[in-house]
C-alpha cells in the first residue's frame, strides 16, 4: 500500500515556473514508477511525466518537452516535477501515481495508486 500526497501547486503567470512534490508513504516507495498525470473539467485525465523506479529513466509527453523536468529523491520518498515556462494550457489539476509495474505509461489505468491532486492555475 502506498499513500501519495500532492502539493506546490497555485496560480500563476504565464512564463512563470512551479516546482509540484509528491511525497510517498509507505513501504517500498523506491521499487515504484511515479508518473504526472493532469486533468481539467470534462476532459480525461492526461499523462505528462514519469520516473522509473531503477534508473530513473524518464518520459514525457511531447507537450512537456523542454519545459519541464520530473525527477526522485527515494531517500525523502518524494517525486518532483519542475514546471517552466508555464503556458494558461498547463491550467488542470496535476496527480502523481504510483505503478509497480507499466506496460502503457500513458494510460492512467496501468497505475496503482494516486494522490488527491493539485490545483495549477496559469494567467494569461
Known amino acids: 500500500q502506498v499513500q501519495l500526497v500532492e502539493s506546490g501547486g497555485g496560480l500563476v503567470q504565464a512564463g512563470d515556473s512551479l516546482r509540484l512534490s509528491c511525497v510517498a508513504s509507505g513501504r517500498s516507495f523506491s521499487t515504484y514508477n511515479i508518473g504526472w498525470f493532469r486533468q481539467v473539467p470534462g476532459k480525461e485525465r492526461e499523462f505528462v511525466a514519469i520516473?522509473?523506479?531503477?534508473?530513473?529513466?524518464?518520459y514525457y509527453a511531447d507537450f512537456v518537452l523542454g519545459r519541464f523536468t520530473i525527477s526522485r529523491d527515494n531517500a525523502k520518498n518524494t517525486v518532483y516535477l519542475q514546471m517552466n515556462s508555464l503556458k494558461p494550457d498547463d491550467t488542470a489539476v496535476y496527480y502523481c501515481?504510483?505503478?509497480?509495474?507499466?506496460?502503457?505509461?500513458?494510460?492512467?489505468?496501468?497505475?496503482?495508486?494516486w494522490g488527491q491532486g493539485t490545483q495549477v492555475t496559469v494567467s494569461s
Open positions: 520516473i522509473s523506479s531503477i534508473g530513473g529513466s524518464t
Open positions: 501515481a504510483a505503478a509497480a509495474a507499466v506496460a502503457t505509461i500513458e494510460s492512467a489505468t496501468e497505475y496503482d495508486y
